[in-house]
């Protein structure tokens, strides 16, 4: 039986779309994408326990060294320097903790997740300071996911 050039033609289009569906580069499924959120979780609780501790070098290694803190009311703070200068500031005024919450992750790829979230900051005494709302493009590196871009900002006035 002689095979027309229009069906073989058709099986070669059907053959190519099933492996370029199948070969989406970058999706992540809901399973790597637990392993992320435990991997962010890792890198949100050290960023407290920098305050905690008083150890600048905690709250660095969270961030990408070309990262950038975009909070509220203030210019995008970019690079190690503004991150330690931000963590001195917020050091000084007396943060000594932040409990941070994930509420969704977006757009997971091999690279990138964005993570919508809250936070509640803690003072001596373990005295809230007040509670906010944040996203963070993370992003993989050799050392694992790190913070690229963290913008964030509180709900109400910080208490003094």
Known sequence: MK???????GILLLMLGS????????????????????????VNL????????????????????DACLLPANSPALCGVQAQLGFYRFAYK???RN???????LY??????VTEE?????FGPNNVSFGKGKYLVVWKKTAD????????????SAPKR
């Open 3 to 9: 095979k027309s050039p229009i069906n073989l033609f």
């Open 19 to 42: 492996l370029t569906a199948s070969a989406k580069p970058g999706k992540i499924n809901k399973q790597d994408t637990s392993v992320i959120k435990a991997a962010l979780h890792k």
């Open 46 to 65: 050290s960023y407290g326990e920098a305050f905690a501790k008083g150890d600048s070098s905690l709250f660095i290694n969270c961030y990408t060294p």
């Open 93 to 95: 005024a007396g943060v």
């Open 98 to 104: 932040i409990v941070f919450t994930t509420l969704n």
């Open 107 to 112: 757009g997971a790829t091999e690279q990138y």
């Open 117 to 121: 979230g809250s936070f509640e900051m």
């Open 144 to 155: 694992g996911w790190k913070m690229y871009r963290d913008m964030f900002s509180n709900n």
